[in-house]
């Protein structure tokens, strides 16, 4: 195989690659605090990939969490008042969301810019008094509980009361389906028209294009796959209620882009929702009250030598490793 070849076909080694890892790693690491920290990273994973693309299509999103909690919400009252089971509460909150994000696209989607953001803003921070004061449907700061899921799938009884495993593979499998999903989106005629959207918005609607169409289609989808995310979030806590969401979380999901890649559609915020809920954890526990701070700081480092996200690895490591072997081979000159 020539090298063109095999490096049209690396992304999809790499990938396959990623999913063998992920399959086989808690049958080798058996490490319960791992197994949650990863489970937790995952469903960041899903919420980092919903900021991307809502920011890809040109819109700065500060109020994303509200649809992780509108997801939450609508997945525990599905699953506690109306008896759904695990799959169709999963479902459940991510068209919640959506539909809450189709309804409120279309008006707030129309300012643009600097005040869609302070609107989004303002959402979530409505989405968060809603839950703390209806307290007929959300039960105020009380909250709601959850039952463990119980899935049969023929004869087999999985009790997800007893292990972490099924949540595990669950969430690889929801992250894997969204990546594929926006990875698609992005080579697709939606993708391009999106990012020209976002690039040269003026430009686009010269062209014939209807701004507010694509913008609305990737703010829901970006709401489908949060709100499946915060149903499933409830899930694995068993518990839901106003302090699981607040405006910060937000914040962390731009974080975790600007790490991974804040213009990458799928690698950046993966890499990014990894990283940041692995160390951002172990900070917490190692340093207690220094984690703002620290974290503060690895990010402006990193921005500082990286300004496009640690997916610029993928082009800065080959050339790292050529010109070292470079440097190896040179031949000095001559003393004269």
């Not at 690698?267 to 340093?287: E, K, R």
């Amino acid at each position: 195989m020539d090298k063109a070849k095999l490096k049209a076909k690396l992304p999809l080694i790499l990938l396959l690659a990623f999913i063998i890892f992920t399959i086989i790693f808690p049958l080798i690491v058996k490490d319960r605090f791992l197994l949650s920290i990863l489970i937790e990273a995952g469903v960041m994973c899903l919420f980092a990939l919903g900021f991307a693309a809502v920011f890809r299509s040109g819109q700065f999103s500060l109020g994303q969490a509200a649809f992780l909690a509108v997801g939450g919400y609508a997945g525990a009252l599905l699953a506690s008042k109306a008896g759904l089971p695990f799959w169709l509460s999963l479902l459940g909150g991510g068209l919640s969301s959506a539909i809450v994000a189709f309804l409120l696209g279309i008006v707030i989607l129309r300012m643009g810019g600097l005040y869609f953001s302070i609107a989004t803003l303002a959402l979530g921070e409505i989405a968060i008094i809603i839950a703390k004061n209806w307290d007929s449907v959300t039960s105020g700061m009380t909250g709601i509980a959850v039952d463990a899921p119980i899935v049969k799938i023929g004869e087999l009884t999985i009790n997800f009361a007893t292990t972490k495993l099924p949540y595990y593979y669950i969430i690889v499998l929801l992250v894997i389906m969204a990546a594929l999903m926006f990875w698609r989106i992005d080579r697709s005629r939606l993708g391009t028209v999106v990012r020209s959207v976002a690039v040269a918005p003026v430009m686009s609607e010269h062209a014939g294009i209807h701004l507010m169409k694509y913008r609305v289609i990737m703010f829901t989808l970006a709401a489908f796959v949060t709100g499946v995310a915060g149903a499933f979030y409830v899930y694995y806590l068993s518990w839901v209620g106003p302090p699981l969401f607040s405006g910060a979380q937000s914040t962390v999901a731009l974080i975790m882009c600007v790490i991974g890649g804040l213009w990458s559609a799928v690698s950046g915020p993966i890499i990014g929702a990894i990283i940041v809920s692995y160390f951002g954890t172990m900070m917490q526990i190692h340093l207690e009250g220094l984690r703002p701070l620290v974290f503060g700081v690895l990010v402006i480092v990193l921005i500082w030598f990286m300004p496009n996200g640690l997916v610029e690895l993928q082009y800065r490591f080959p050339a790292w490793v050529k010109s070292l072997f470079k440097k190896k081979g040179k031949v000095p000159d001559a003393p004269a």
